[in-house]
């Protein structure tokens, strides 16, 4: 099935649309899509539910994802599966276009589920396709916004981190001088033991040998 969007490069005028697909065949879009143009697509899928009697989103849907280049021999850029919303990028490599296709399958046991016959058969697609720079700027924002965020709080770790290093080596340096100040104090203790015995001792001999002349006197 091809579908022609010309107005998607004017994203400004026309950014979202959704569409029905019925079956487990494609449903692609053609674009011509200048070289280098930066393309970001959200989508979402969504089965009708009878109990809300309204589309709604489930676990069970998923959506196959392909975008090839219809003048390269229909090279293939993309090929993703996703869940029952989710994004793709791409780059175009060369001026030309691309075809764009979604292929839904569901587990959800829904008789008829993507039987034209039935009625809200099928699945419902909303896509919003954002095509250009300042389109891609502005769509991720956020992201670049958290990015920011991060590396500050990365920063402010480190900064954190550099602060117990800068304390732990002040304690080790205070810890160094009290075990050289300590180590000093005990020579010199050893020191003053040591002068003390030798005068002790020199003390003791001069008086034993004062005691011995005195004996050999008498």
């Known amino acids: 099935m091809r579908v022609l969007l010309p107005l998607l490069m004017l994203a400004s005028v026309a950014r979202a649309l959704y569409f029905y697909i019925d079956g487990v065949n494609a449903k692609c879009f053609f674009e011509e899509l200048p ?21 709604a989103k489930h676990d069970g849907i998923s959506i196959y ?9 229909d090279h293939r850029v993309v090929s993703q599966r996703g869940a029952s919303s989710g994004r793709f990028t791409f780059t175009a ?11 839904p399958s ?22 919003d396709l954002a095509i250009g720079s300042s389109e891609i700027e502005s769509t991720d924002k956020t992201k670049l916004i958290d990015i920011s965020q991060r590396v500050r709080d990365l920063n ?13 080596r002040e304690r ?33 001999l001069s008086h034993l040998r004062s005691f011995f002349i005195k004996q050999k006197l008498t």
């Open 35 to 55: 070289k280098d143009t930066l393309v970001v697509g959200h989508y979402t899928a969504e089965e009708w539910d009878d109990n809300l009697q309204a589309w």
């Open 65 to 73: 994802i392909s975008v090839e280049e219809v003048f390269d021999n």
């Open 93 to 103: 490599a060369d001026a030309g276009e691309h075809r764009i296709c979604f292929t």
């Open 106 to 127: 569901s587990s959800s046991g829904r008789p008829g589920w993507l039987s034209s016959v039935q009625p809200n058969g099928g699945i419902k697609l909303t896509l």
């Open 156 to 168: 402010s770790r480190l900064q954190d981190i550099r602060r117990e290093q800068i304390f732990q």
């Open 172 to 204: 080790e340096a205070e810890f160094r001088d009290q075990s050289e100040s300590t180590n000093s104090r005990v020579v010199r203790w050893m020191f003053i033991q040591v002068v003390v015995l030798g005068i002790t001792c020199a003390w003791q």
